[in-house]
Structure formats: C-alpha cells, structure tokens
C-alpha cells in the first residue's frame, strides 16, 4: 500500500485505487477496446461483481509500484505502439494524480478484436 507521512498525519492509497486509475487512463487510449481478465477464475469473479479494476494488476514493494495492464486491442493496429501508449498514458495518470513514481508497467495484449464496420 502506497503512504505517505505528513506533519498532520499519514495518507493510504490502496491498490484498488490506483488500479481503477489505471483502468480508465487504458482505456481511453488509442486502439484499446477493452480490458482483459488475466485468467479464467479473475473472468469469473469480475462477471459476477463488476468491478472496475478487471485486468489490472498492482503491486507494491516497498517504495515500488509496479503495475500489470491486459488489453484487448482493435485489430489493424500496430500493436506495440498501442502497448507503448497505454504504458505511457498509464504513468501519466497515475503519476500526476495519486504523486507516487510508477517503476515498472508491463502490457499484456490478451486478444485482438475486429470492428464490424458494416
């Protein structure tokens, strides 16, 4: 868990925090359609309770954040600049609005979809 002491007291940021800061900043970037479960049982869970966190992964040593994003991305699009993207818009966001330093995010593409443009 992120914390950080002050002269009035300490501040928590919890995990799930940052993980649906992470959510939305992936998907609102070029060429990510949706967010993936990382196997089968997270798919489950997060079907049943709808949580906003699904595909997102956050882990803190010590003073490290590190943070796992799977994506499902739109079919015809570079795949490594989509990846790149999402790794950059994430650290934006989560730098500039919880303050800690992002050390590690690592994208996982799960699975391409296909538009129907019909």
């Known amino acids: 868990m992120g914390q950080e002491k002050t002269t009035l007291g300490s501040i ?3 995990p799930t925090a940052i993980a649906t800061i992470t959510y939305h900043a992936a998907l609102q970037s070029y060429g990510v359609v949706g967010l993936a479960p990382k196997n089968l ?12 966190t ?16 799977y994506v499902i991305v739109e079919f015809g699009t570079r795949i490594a600049s989509v990846a790149q993207s999402v790794a950059n818009a ?4 989560v ?3 919880v303050g800690l330093k992002v050390h590690e995010i690592n994208v996982h593409v ?3 979809r296909v538009s129907n443009n019909d």
Do not use: C, M, W
Not at 41 to 52: D, L, Q, S
């Open 12 to 14: 928590h940021i919890s």
């Open 41 to 52: 049982a997270e798919g489950i869970a997060t079907t049943i309770t709808r949580e906003p």
């Open 54 to 69: 699904r595909g997102v992964n956050v882990h803190f040593d010590g003073d490290k954040l590190d943070i796992d994003i």
């Open 90 to 93: 994430v650290r934006y966001s």
């Open 95 to 97: 730098e500039k609005n």
């Open 110 to 112: 799960q699975g391409l």
